[in-house]
């Protein structure tokens, strides 16, 4: 090489890269050779001792060398990059053959499954699927149900009264009033089924303060004179299908103040197929609804003229329906929240859901 200067700092640059064996070393080399008082960067101040028809050359070759430097600088630069990254790659391997932390699943509730599976059905017999509050008023929950206040049959639904005016809903069948007078305008044909929470006060083996309904209600004209029979068809369809085959209804004449006639229906005893047991009582049979033919006062007070419209209504329970579908003893393990109990409804799978 030509100039000296030029020449001494390469060689001593060469000695250097040699004793690179690391990022900070290449980086200190860095700040060595292009700092602001590097070797390379200093070379400039020579310039001035050199004829001037020969600095353009003197400045190309200070340019190479300082290209060459970067050169090196950036390989080696990747290099090292690529080691750390590889060791760290190395000391952070997962090891997928390790057992992994169990993590708990859910399940739908049985519960919840029911009200599912009563969905499916009777959407898929054209009715809709309607909701309405849980904090009610007396006047849905009872008045327009041709319960007046101080009926007598209040006292079958001890109620949690927020204030004078407002409960927790008794029953479902608040649901039928609302959708009545929905339509008091316009009245048109209902076919609605109204699954949800219900609450009463009381609290014993057989009963819990909080449990689930699903009202049902059919309204039409007159002149297509929807009947018990239609009634009774339509609660052997649902028994059928929700609970199992082979089971026999039986109608009993009950009373409610919204139905005349009103009836309570029983299925065969799940338990003991009808032979008589504890849980039937000895009488092969258990109550699983209320049902009847919408009372014309009940149509008259929300805006439907009963000499033109009339239909029929039910509301089962749905926490006996549950226990009957899948065999379990005690209601009580429904609200208990043990987690053994939600699992065993894990693992049974969801074929059987009416499709
Ligand atoms: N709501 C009634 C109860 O909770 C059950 C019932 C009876 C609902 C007759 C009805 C019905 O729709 O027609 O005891």
Not at 192 to 211: C, L, M, N, W
Not at 233 to 240: A, D, M, Q, R, Y
Not at 342 to 348: G, I, S
Request: with cysteine; glycine share 6%; proline share 5%.
């Amino acid at each position: 090489m030509k100039y000296q200067k030029v020449e001494e700092v390469k060689l001593i640059l060469e000695e250097d890269q040699k004793q690179i064996t690391n990022l900070q070393k290449l980086n200190d080399l860095k700040i060595k050779y292009l700092g602001k008082k590097g070797l390379i960067t200093e070379l400039n101040q020579y310039i001035k001792d050199i004829p001037s028809e020969e600095r353009k050359e003197f400045g190309l070759c200070v340019n190479e060398l300082r290209n060459e430097f970067n050169d090196f600088y950036e390989t080696k630069k990747n290099l090292f990059e690529t080691e750390i990254l590889n060791q760290k790659l190395e000391k952070e391997a997962i090891d997928i053959t390790l057992p992994s932390t169990k993590t708990k699943r859910g399940s739908k509730h049985p519960v919840n499954r029911m009200i599912e599976r009563i969905e499916d059905l009777f959407v898929s017999m054209g009715y809709d699927v309607v909701s309405g509050p849980e904090l009610e008023t007396d006047e849905f929950c009872f008045e327009r149900l041709n319960l007046p206040k101080g009926h007598p049959a209040r006292d079958m639904q001890d109620s949690f009264y927020i204030t004078d005016e407002y409960l927790l809903r008794t029953q479902t069948s608040a649901v039928q009033a609302r959708t009545l007078l929905a339509n008091k305008d316009n009245p048109k044909p209902i076919r609605e089924i109204v699954p949800g929470k219900t609450y009463r006060k009381e609290d014993d083996a057989t009963h819990s303060h909080q449990f689930c309904q699903c009202e049902g209600l059919v309204i039409d004209k007159k002149e297509n004179h929807v009947s018990l029979a239609d009634l009774k068809g339509t609660l052997e369809i649902f028994v059928k299908e929700v609970i199992g085959d082979n089971l026999d209804l039986r109608f009993r004449p009950s009373y409610f103040p919204f139905t005349e006639p009103s009836y309570e229906v029983d299925v065969t005893c799940f338990k003991c197929g009808g032979k008589g047991c504890p849980l039937c009582k000895d009488t092969g049979w258990i109550e699983i609804l209320g049902a009847g033919i919408v009372h014309p006062n009940v149509l008259r007070m929300n805006g439907y003229n009963p000499d033109e419209w009339g239909g029929f209504a039910f509301g089962p329970g749905l926490e006996r329906l549950t226990m009957f579908r899948y065999g379990i003893p005690d209601m009580r393990y429904l609200y208990t929240n043990d987690i053994r109990f939600l699992e065993e409804f894990d693992r049974k799978d969801d074929s059987d859901a009416i499709k």
